[in-house]
């Protein structure tokens, strides 16, 4: 029998369903979750010793590849030192002033634990800094487990959302108005009607979290031009695209500035951290300046911000970006190119390191496009792709990573793998 499969079992008896992230379970495509025993550059292998080439990249973080000596020696120096203090320390300065240079909005940030308290703590933040209650996400995008962002759309044009986890009352997303993800007028809509009590826009500029969707031209000027207009701030989750997309993430692509800026992933080299910054004048508002209060006991974690110390220097290497920006998209047009040539309905896109493949003829703009998607062609696409030593998301709805480390050959490699997958698809 796989190991994994006895892992899996055993898993499931002392953590709910098998895993501590739900994705994990392969609940979305079926089968048996792969246990990682190790991961080196771009590659990590399993229990049963099977190597695989990764592509989620635990989702974003290992954009140098798994494993960077580099990262993992200042993680070791850090760690001899002391693994946790409750107290300030330089490096916390350091990682802060790195961000605040590299980010076009942030002139003071907090540190935190993940993404999920960045992006928590932002709404907090917005509210206090506004004095008003409502605010306004998008369907599919998603931006943590806190209760009042766990919503979805209800019926209509504008709408209230509805909780889509259980333990979350009705009341505490009462004041969450979900929209449409690429949706202009939804958002001249929203304001039109509820300008003056919108806190805030929360919005993953470039989304990950139905695949990889970006803006059409124009929404996140709309996004940027309603809030001024209406005295409401505009987060950007860049939990993800944060040093993932480009230098400066996605508002660095754009020209478009942010209030409120979150961040994660990346910014810890693989380490649990988390991080929102803005204007001096916003940022004023949190304990102990102001009245909103925020507090963690591992916050600014010395060993996290090592790693994410060591990799934000190791990201500024001359060309970075441009190298990692070629060779996804050489993965993506390759991988288009070879379903093209069996027959089969396939799409893709990306923007620097990140990047969505798609059963459509056209790439998508909005969640219910990725919904229309063959789903379950996909299914069968994974699995065929494990079976080849090649690993993405094992869900439709998730981006996928590319890392410094996959080099022409392990890019080359893949594509041939894919080949000879669409040729059995299309054979059914």
Not at 119 to 143: D, P
Not at 303 to 316: H, N, P, W
Not at 350 to 356: N, S
Request: glycine share 12%; with cysteine.
């Amino acid at each position: 029998m796989s190991r994994n499969v006895e892992l899996f079992a055993r898993a499931s008896r002392s953590i709910p369903g098998g895993v501590n992230s739900p994705v994990r379970a392969f609940r979305s495509v079926g089968g048996t979750p792969r246990f990682v025993a190790r991961a080196l550059g771009p590659y990590f292998w399993d229990a049963d010793d099977k190597r695989y080439i990764d592509y989620i990249g635990s989702w974003g973080p290992a954009i140098l590849g798994h494993a960077h000596p580099e990262v993992v020696r200042a993680v070791q120096e850090a760690a001899v030192h002391g693994l946790s203090y409750g107290a300030p320390t330089e490096a916390e300065i350091i990682i802060a002033e790195m961000l605040i240079e590299r980010m076009p909005s942030i002139e003071q940030v907090r540190l935190v634990s993940s993404g999920t308290e960045a992006t928590m703590t932002a709404i907090r933040l917005a509210r206090g800094a506004t004095g008003r209650n409502k605010i306004i996400k998008f369907e599919g995008c998603y931006h943590g487990h806190a209760d009042s962002l766990l919503v979805k759309a209800g019926s209509g044009l504008l709408t209230f959302g509805n909780p889509t986890s259980a333990g979350v009352p009705p009341e505490f997303v009462a004041h969450t108005i979900v929209l449409d993800y690429n949706d202009i007028e939804g958002v001249r809509a929203a304001f039109a009607e509820h300008g003056k009590e919108i806190a805030c826009i929360i919005v993953e500029p470039v989304a990950g979290n139905m695949n990889l969707i970006k803006p059409i031209p124009g929404f996140l000027e709309v996004l940027r031009s309603e809030c001024t207009a209406h005295g409401a701030l505009l987060i950007f989750d860049e939990v993800m695209t944060g040093f993932r997309v480009g230098p400066q993430g996605v508002q660095g692509l754009t020209g478009i500035k942010p209030d409120i800026t979150t961040l994660a992933k990346v910014i810890g080299g693989g380490m649990p951290i988390g991080a929102f910054g803005g204007s001096k004048e916003v940022m004023a508002n949190i304990a102990p300046l102001g009245g909103v209060y925020q507090a963690g006991t591992l916050s600014g974690n010395p060993v996290a911000v090592a790693a994410g110390i060591t990799t934000l220097k190791l990201l500024a290497a001359p060309g970075f970006y441009e190298d990692l920006s070629a060779r996804t998209r050489k993965l993506v047009d390759g991988l288009v190119a070879a379903a093209h040539k069996h027959g089969i309905a396939f799409s893709g896109d990306c923007v620097g390191g990140m990047f969505g493949v798609y059963f459509s003829n056209t790439v998508p703009t909005t969640l219910a496009e990725v919904s229309a998607s063959n789903i379950d062609m996909f299914k069968v696409f994974f699995h065929a792709m494990l079976d080849e030593g090649v690993y993405f998301a094992p869900s439709a709805y998730e981006a996928g990573f590319v890392s410094a480390t996959h080099d022409d050959s392990v890019i080359a490699a893949t594509i041939e793998a894919a080949d000879r997958v669409f040729a059995k698809l299309a054979k059914g």
